[in-house]
């Protein structure tokens, strides 16, 4: 990194808090033309220390998801938005299933308040954050543990999801695709992740808006297996598109929310 400028230096800084930067928020911030700070970015870009979207840039998404710790950090305030409002879906006395993700550790956290639910999860972090709550019985998968996450997968996990029909899932996932493909890093979560979607009579899909701009290499399925899908920002026009015609409810995660049809 010794060759960057102390500006480019600083939009690394910045794209690795927020997962992105964008050239006219960075133009105001540093007090020079967007046209000076499009050439910072697309400096970094040919580095390929950022990918370019429009009107900013990424931070690569590669075949590596970023570490665990500096993702709970990416968005936050609209996760936390996006766990209330997920949580606020479900009702006391219900049964779930949640997976791996820092956005479904937000569903985790305001679920603290229900009274009598059953929370099955392959996530030791959802099982911590639940397992003082008085009223919610916490059931966690065996498995291979992974260091990065605390995720619980392999072939042991998954059997053991697949005994149970519960009436909600609440899945994360690492990219979403234009098309409506769902996509994570790992095939062995993705697995998991299959099954948790194939035992739930209700799936709510937790996300927040940087997942429409990564990708991912490995197939969960498709938002078309959904029914509701909860973001803190309306997303692309594709995907309101696929939503609207396979029947997806679409909430928007803000202090005053709102639901697309």
């Known amino acids: 990194m010794s060759q ?8 690394m800084a910045l ?10 928020e960075l133009s105001v911030l540093f007090h020079v033309t967007p046209q000076t ?15 370019r979207q429009h009107g900013g840039a990424n931070l690569p998404s590669g075949v590596v998801n970023f570490a665990y710790e500096s993702r709970r950090q990416q968005a936050s305030d609209g996760k936390r938005a996006i766990g209330e409002a997920a949580a606020a879906l479900i009702p006391d006395e219900a049964s779930i299933i949640i997976n791996i993700g820092t956005t479904t550790e937000q569903v985790a956290m305001a679920l603290r308040r229900h009274r009598g639910i059953l929370v099955v999860t392959n996530n ?4 911590n954050i639940l397992r003082a709550a008085p009223e919610i019985e916490v059931v966690i998968a065996g498995g291979v543990v992974r260091h990065a996450d605390g995720g619980v997968v392999g072939e042991a996990a998954v059997d053991f999801i697949r005994q149970f029909r519960v009436d909600y899932a609440v899945i994360g996932v690492s990219a979403i695709d234009a098309d409506g493909t769902l996509l994570d890093y790992d095939f062995r979560e993705v697995k998991v992740a299959q099954a948790i979607i194939e035992t739930a009579r209700k799936t709510i899909l937790v996300c927040d808006n940087m997942k429409f701009s990564r990708t991912a290499p490995v197939r969960i399925g498709h938002l ?4 509701v899908l909860v973001t803190d920002m309306s997303p692309p026009d594709p995907i309101v598109s696929i939503c609207a ?9 803000t202090p005053a929310a709102s639901v697309l049809p």
Request: aromatic residues 0%; hydrophobic residues 45%; negative net charge.
């Open 124 to 127: 030791i972090n959802v099982a």
């Open 4 to 11: 960057l400028s102390a500006r480019q230096s600083e939009i």
């Open 37 to 51: 700070v499009r050439r910072d970015v697309n400096e970094l870009c040919d580095l390929g220390l950022l990918e």
């Open 245 to 253: 015609a396979a029947g997806v409810q679409i909430q928007i995660a």
């Open 15 to 24: 794209a690795r808090q927020h997962g992105r930067v964008q050239v006219d």
């Open 224 to 227: 078309e297996q959904i029914d």
